[in-house]
């Protein structure tokens, strides 16, 4: 698997139906893998993989929503669309509620599974993006020392200096040279923009 | 006439006349030599009686002489053919005394002719006449020959032998046969002495030989009378038992008829005719009664025919006949082969019995099994139709992908061909699934007559597989197959035939619902009976089990324990395996869940190559 380029994923026991849609994602320019089973997907998975999954949910042994269960917990990041030939509608609100990107019923027309899986690419895209961001931000969170990391939170919430090193039991001078640390090290030019990245990681202000 | 010409004649005349009624009869029943045997006997105690009279009335040496040597002749055929009648005719006698008897009196016969005179004299001197009961007879003078005690020891032999016989039948317990034929042997036997007592003159009186047999005449004679008498009393028995057997047959409406062979000639019960259409004096011959015959059961007919014929075996055929108002009667014919003693079939005779109404009751019950059977398979088919959706919703998608792919290539630039090409082979073979699956289906739906194919059980659980597929992964169900290969084939109607698996397989996954996903295993074994000619399949599964009270109530119409459902599946499924003379039975397994078994007999093997390929779709 290659972690770089965006794959399509096909997952179809019926043989037919797995090369068609394989051929169809081809000749729209998509790279595809195809996958007769579950486990067949499960022994390449490569969790840094991009892209999407088109996945039958009607499977023998482990059936699609069962796949998507074992991707979720291992914190998969791939968007799952979910191809049915009898789209009931308990299996499909399950699929819904865990995260599933779509949900379309076979026989399934070109362009809605063609717009299904550019959207879900980019949605992935999306969220990977994110997800980089968020590990950028809580890496320079890690490099503030326990009395930064207090007086970053005391800033997001607003308060003054002086306020702080009162809370603090400090000079107001002290709380400046923190402070400036601590800016520094977010990269952070301006107390909102200090504020909008703090936010992404959850943290709030004291 | 003188007394003793008059007795001699009419002992002679006896003896021939008995000769002719054995004769004739012999005649008759060629298969019994004895009869022919005694007639002989009878012929050469005539000749004797008549040798007697001559001699009786014989003045001189010159005329005596001759007939002392010649009687001899008839003597010696009296002995022997007398002997192999007791024989044949009693069952009795001892083998060495028959062939020492038999060799000792032809030794007599060719010494009689070596010596100058006879065995009995080495000269005869002169004739004595002397008066004997007021007539005058003739007995010889001369020198007795020593040899004649030869003659007198096969004399001996032979009283033995009778007595011996004689003892042999009365303690077998045919007492009337071994006084009759037994006592008046002996007394035969033991009155022929009086040849030797004569000769060596110690008593004086003509020869009577040809009277020692007249005691047999009589009993032999007394046995034929009986003989005739039985045969009298046969004779009426045989017409009060075939007016007996022909009510019977009347009044169980049965045809009964014979068929001479070798004439080719039927005759038939007035019943029978009537059966058959023909008209109380119509002739009737084979090719008129092979013409009432519906022509498609003409051959089957023909060919049990042929059958009994060339084997023997008794002929049984049910087959329709179309009488000349147009009616059509169902006859069931049954019938033995007589042969002659050179194996070769002379006549037929039998009975044939109106099955119409039993046929008619038959075919009724056949269609309303059908329509019970056509409307529990559309029922299951309803409960199906997830399955079958499926099945028909996978074709159909890969060929509108397909479809749908092949467009967007030829819009664009440089169109790649060969994979146009390959989604278009891909297309074909599609759709040939689906229309599979839509012929499988028409079958399934199709109120029908039921076929009668010879088929391989293999197939038909492969092809109720595919036709539950969906419905299995959708369940989880896992099934193993243990088909045993090459099966020999079983008659019956295909659809049938899968409707009981399907319904035994959607049974079995139901049974299995509540259990845990890993543990809904399901197998499908197909073999052969142990020392039996029946194909033997089993579903086994691994759910709650029969609560054994309910073992045999699970196959009765409306029973059920599911939810929805009417309860009739097993039971139509029974009354199926019935139609194909098979059987449905459950039973639980050692450790969980149940098994349903059913059974049904193999085609004859001879027949295999013919049908294979019929099988069922």
């Not at chain 2, 005869?124 to 005058?136: A, C, H, L, Y």
């Not at chain 2, 061909?417 to 699934?433: A, N």
């Not at chain 2, 197959?481 to 009981?500: C, K, M």
Request: with cysteine.
């Amino acid at each position: 698997m290659n972690a770089l380029q965006p794959t399509v994923f096909v997952v179809d026991d019926y043989a037919p139906v797995r090369n068609a849609i394989s051929r169809l994602l081809r000749t729209a320019g998509f790279v595809v893998a195809t996958f007769e089973s579950a486990d067949a997907f499960l022994a390449q998975y490569n969790p840094a993989a991009c892209g999407c999954v088109v996945l039958d949910l009607a499977m023998p042994a482990v059936s699609g929503l069962e796949l998507q269960e074992i991707l979720a917990q291992s914190g998969s990041l791939l968007p799952i669309i979910f191809l049915t030939a009898h789209g009931s509608i308990p299996k499909s609100v399950r699929a819904m509620k865990h995260g599933a990107s779509d949900f379309l019923t076979k026989p399934v027309n070109d362009e809605d599974l063609l717009t299904a899986v550019r959207a879900a690419i980019e949605r992935n895209r999306a969220v990977r993006l994110e997800q980089a961001e968020l590990s950028e931000i809580r890496a320079r969170l890690a490099t503030l020392t326990p009395r930064e990391r207090e007086v970053l939170e005391y800033v997001v919430a607003g308060k003054l200096n002086k306020q702080i090193a009162g809370s603090l039991g400090t000079v107001e001078q002290t709380v400046k040279v923190h402070r400036a640390h601590v800016m520094q090290k977010m990269g952070a030019r301006s107390v909102a923009e200090l504020v909008r990245l703090t936010q992404r990681c959850g943290i709030g202000g004291r | 006439m003188s007394w003793v010409t008059a007795l001699w004649s009419m002992n002679a005349a006896a003896c021939l006349t008995l000769a002719g009624f054995y004769l004739a009869v012999w005649c008759k029943q060629r298969q019994s030599p004895f009869y022919l045997l005694f007639s002989c006997s009878a012929i050469a105690a005539a000749a004797i009686s008549l040798f007697e009279l001559w001699m009786l009335n014989s003045r001189t040496v010159d005329q005596y002489q001759p007939l002392v040597r010649w009687i001899h002749v008839p003597t010696w055929a009296l002995t022997l053919s007398f002997v192999a009648f007791v024989r044949l005719y009693l069952h009795a006698g001892r083998t060495w005394l028959i062939w020492s008897i038999y060799g000792l009196r032809t030794l007599v016969l060719i010494l009689n002719f070596i010596f100058p005179v006879s065995i009995n004299f080495t000269a005869i001197t002169d004739v004595r006449q002397f008066s004997w009961g007021g007539q005058m007879v003739s007995v010889p003078v001369g020198t007795p020959n020593p040899w004649g005690l030869l003659s007198n020891v096969s004399l001996l032999l032979l009283l033995i032998f009778a007595v011996d016989a004689a003892i042999v039948v009365w303690r077998r317990g045919d007492r009337r046969r071994a006084l009759l034929v037994g006592g008046s042997m002996i007394f035969g036997g033991v009155l022929a002495w009086h040849v030797p007592l004569v000769i060596w003159g110690v008593i004086d009186v003509p020869f009577f030989l040809g009277f020692t047999y007249s005691a047999i005449v009589a009993a032999m004679g007394y046995e034929l009378s009986n003989d005739v008498a039985r045969a009298a009393g046969l004779v009426r028995e045989v017409e009060i038992s075939e007016k007996r057997l022909n009510l019977a047959a009347d009044s169980a409406n049965v045809g009964m008829w014979e068929w001479d062979i070798v004439r080719d000639e039927i005759w038939i019960t007035d019943k029978g005719r009537a059966m058959f259409g023909f008209d109380s004096v119509e002739k009737i011959d084979f090719h008129l009664f092979r013409s009432r015959l519906h022509p498609e059961d003409r051959e089957s007919v023909l060919k049990a025919v042929e059958n009994s014929l060339a084997t023997g075996e008794s002929y049984e055929s049910q087959y329709r006949v179309l009488l000349p108002s147009g009616e059509l009667r169902w006859i069931a014919g049954r019938g033995q082969v007589e042969f002659d003693r050179e194996r070769r079939p002379v006549r037929m005779h039998g009975a044939s019995l109106d099955i119409t109404t039993r046929k008619q009751a038959e075919e009724q019950a056949e269609r309303q099994r059908n329509e019970m059977a056509h409307l529990s398979r559309v029922t299951m088919l309803g409960e199906l139709s997830g399955s079958i959706a499926h099945e028909l919703n996978l074709p159909l998608s890969a060929i509108l992908t397909n479809a749908q792919t092949a467009q967007r290539i030829l819009r664009s630039d440089g169109a790649d061909l060969g994979e146009v090409r390959e989604i278009l082979q891909e297309i074909v073979s599609e759709d040939r699934r689906a229309s599979d699956a839509i012929r499988r289906l028409r079958l399934w739906l199709t109120k029908r007559e039921v076929q009668q194919h010879s088929l391989r059980i293999n197939k038909v659980v492969r092809d109720v597989l595919k036709l539950i597929r969906s419905d299995l992964v959708n369940q989880k169900v896992e099934v193993e197959t243990e088909l045993t290969p090459n099966l020999p084939a079983v008659i019956g109607d295909p659809i049938q035939l899968q409707q009981i698996l399907l319904n035994l397989v959607v049974n079995a996954c139901d049974a299995m619902a509540s259990c845990p996903t890993s543990e809904r295993r399901l197998i499908i074994r197909t073999g052969i009976e142990n020392g039996s000619r029946a194909i033997t399949v089993s579903i086994t599964d691994q759910g709650h089990g029969i609560p054994e009270k309910n073992m045999e109530h699970v196959f009765e119409p409306f029973f059920t324990t599911k939810e929805k459902g009417m309860g009739l599946g097993l039971s139509v499924c029974r009354t199926i395996i019935a139609a194909h003379r098979g059987t449905l039975w459950a039973t639980n397994n050692s450790e969980r869940g149940a098994t349903f078994h059913f059974r049904l007999p193999m085609t004859a093997p001879k027949k295999k190559e013919a049908i294979d390929n019929i099988g069922s779709s």
